[in-house]
């Protein structure tokens, strides 16, 4: 066997390692989920092992084919910021009010666009609630940003020993998170017909570029969860929706 042909199965089979490797840890890298703010009543939400989110509730009897458009309002950051003690003691916490309206506003902004470029266009964007518009009306209820310095402490280590910093980082709390309770409102009655919540964590990696920023791993969870609330929205009977993997080989 030459040595072109060695270095092909050897290169193969990491990769089939690393692949199994995050197969086996995506279900117990999630993060935990919140307990809630008050911005939907918890108590009512269940987990449903068919949709992406940690809890959900739909309400009896609702017709969701008569929906056409959705609208997007501003997401609410009110329930966060009053109820959260622990973003004034965490990094950059003299910054804090600034960074969850900026992450507010970009939340906003992808659920608007994933809606709009979704390929399948069952719904369009509206500009305020109406017949045959659901309101899509969400609160960021937790936003803990990546510490870059924990971050290049992973990625400066030894394989292995960077791994061990990852994992340290994550039983201590030290770890980027984000959490949203949303609701979905009959536009033209203004009933809840649908509330969901879901708490995400970083995704572990081998190596992750998106921690050596403020909030690029949040970044990435929230276009995760705007295309899933696209598919939530079009899900068919049965149909099953996975939530995103929780481990990645290279975060960029």
């Known amino acids: 066997m030459n040595l072109f042909r060695t270095s092909r199965l050897a290169c193969l089979a990491l990769v089939l390692l690393l692949v199994a490797a995050a197969g086996c840890q995506n279900s117990s890298m999630r993060a935990a989920p919140a307990a ?3 911005f939907v009543p918890m108590s009512e939400l269940a987990p449903n092992p068919d949709l992406p989110f940690n809890k959900a509730w739909f309400k009896a009897g609702v017709d969701f084919t008569s929906f056409h458009s959705v609208y997007v309002p501003g997401v609410n950051t009110r329930y966060m910021l009053q109820n959260a003690s622990w973003w004034q003691s965490k990094i950059r916490g003299d910054q804090m ?3 969850v309206q900026a992450v507010a506003a970009y939340m906003r902004q992808h659920l608007i666009d994933a809606i709009r470029n979704d390929p399948k266009k069952r719904f369009q964007v509206a500009d305020a609630a109406g017949p045959g518009v659901l309101v899509l009306d ?3 209820t937790e936003l803990v940003p990546s510490d870059p310095v924990v971050a290049a402490l992973t990625m400066a280590a030894p394989y292995g020993s960077g791994l061990a ?3 340290a980082a994550r039983k201590t709390g030290d770890v980027a998170t984000v959490a949203f309770e949303a609701r979905l409102i009959d536009g033209a009655t203004g009933d809840t017909v649908a509330m969901f919540a879901d708490r995400e964590q970083a995704k572990a990696s081998y190596i992750d570029l998106n921690a050596l920023t403020w909030y690029s791993e ?7 969860w705007s295309t899933q609330f696209v598919q939530v929205l079009e899900r068919r009977p049965g149909e099953v929706i996975k ?7 290279l975060a960029w």
């Open 138 to 140: 969400v609160a960021l």
């Open 97 to 99: 009010q600034q960074d």
């Open 218 to 224: 949040a970044h990435v969870i929230i276009g995760e």
């Open 243 to 249: 939530p995103a993997p929780s481990f990645t080989i």
């Open 165 to 167: 910093v990852e994992a």
């Open 36 to 38: 809630g703010t008050g």
